[in-house]
């Protein structure tokens, strides 16, 4: 185990990123704003700021409506609190959907924040897309399995790899990725024997959630992990805290406060 205290850290790139394939579990979570991504930095290897931002940050139903702007917004935020984790901004739906519009918002995304790489949707139909940002020294990490910014077009939010013809399906996207030049993989919302498969089919990283523990690191997003998201939980969720039921606490505890003018005391009075 060897999380290092904030002082010892160093900087995480993409060779780190590469080299701890089989050799040592990849942490990654995401952050939206400079707070928690300074409090995250002490602890992962990569902070992503995730299109999920739409859900648990912004309320909606799912992650489609969030948009470059909004992206950068959060990852300039993020990026102001990490010093040492690798930075990935998630690109949004629509902001890749040919080469040059890709190519484009990636290079946006370069000039405007600090992130150090792009996560992509898609496997071998969006190939051809990591390919050209790539030999743009772009540094692209994928994203195949359950895809939530094609949940309309799939019909829902289904989990993959239950068949021979999925899960080769599935590698086959993965190796497809790893051609165009990718440097990691994100798989998500797959069937634990499946993504062993996949992560044995490539040499570069695969990054589970929802994909069991034969993957070379997790992901989850920080709302779930910390219990903070409670409209709905997925079963790959672990809750490492109760945090809306603390803050719940400690908010009634501030009001109750305020309403009896026990606060502010002497202590906290100029
Ligand atoms: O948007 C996000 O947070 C993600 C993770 C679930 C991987 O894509």
């Given at each position: 185990m060897s999380i290092q205290t904030p002082k010892e850290r160093s900087k995480v790139t993409i060779s780190t990123i590469k080299s701890m394939k089989s050799i040592e579990p990849i942490v990654m979570i995401t952050a939206y704003d400079a707070l928690f991504a300074k409090i995250f930095d002490e602890s992962v290897d990569i902070i992503l700021v995730g299109d999920s931002l739409n859900m648990s940050f912004m309320g909606k139903n799912d992650t489609l409506s969030a948009n470059m702007e909004i992206m950068i917004?959060?990852?300039?935020?993020?990026?102001?609190?990490?010093?040492?984790?690798?930075?990935?901004?998630?690109?949004?739906?629509?902001?890749?959907?040919?080469?040059?519009?890709?190519?484009?918002?990636?290079?946006?995304?370069?000039?405007?924040?600090?992130?150090?790489?792009?996560?992509?949707?898609?496997?071998?139909?969006?190939?051809?897309?990591?390919?050209?940002?790539?030999?743009?020294?772009?540094?692209?990490?994928?994203?195949?399995?359950?895809?939530?910014?094609?949940?309309?077009?799939?019909?829902?939010?289904?989990?993959?790899?239950?068949?021979?013809?999925?899960?080769?399906?599935?590698?086959?996207?993965?190796?497809?990725?790893?051609?165009?030049?990718?440097?990691?993989?994100?798989?998500?919302?797959?069937?634990?024997?499946?993504?062993?498969?996949?992560?044995?089919?490539?040499?570069?990283?695969?990054?589970?959630?929802?994909?069991?523990?034969?993957?070379?690191?997790?992901?989850?997003?920080?709302?779930?992990?910390?219990?903070?998201?409670?409209?709905?939980k997925p079963k790959f969720v672990k809750e490492y805290m109760s945090g809306a039921k603390l803050i719940r606490e400690a908010l009634f505890k501030y009001a109750s406060e305020v309403k009896k003018r026990e606060f502010p005391d002497r202590e906290h009075t100029y």
């Open positions: 917004y959060h990852t300039k935020a993020v990026c102001s609190g990490a010093k040492s984790a690798l930075i990935v901004l998630d690109m949004p739906f629509g902001s890749y959907t040919n080469e040059d519009i890709a190519l484009k918002n990636a290079v946006d995304v370069y000039r405007k924040t600090d992130a150090h790489a792009v996560k992509i949707e898609g496997g071998k139909e969006r190939a051809n897309i990591i390919k050209r940002l790539c030999e743009n020294s772009i540094a692209v990490m994928g994203h195949i399995g359950l895809m939530p910014q094609f949940v309309r077009s799939e019909g829902g939010y289904r989990v993959k790899g239950k068949d021979t013809q999925s899960v080769n399906s599935l590698i086959e996207d993965a190796l497809a990725i790893e051609k165009a030049g990718a440097f990691a993989i994100v798989v998500e919302g797959v069937k634990s024997e499946a993504a062993k498969a996949i992560t044995k089919a490539v040499k570069i990283p695969t990054i589970g959630i929802g994909a069991g523990v034969h993957t070379d690191g997790q992901v989850l997003v920080w709302s779930d992990a910390f219990g903070f998201f409670e409209d709905f």
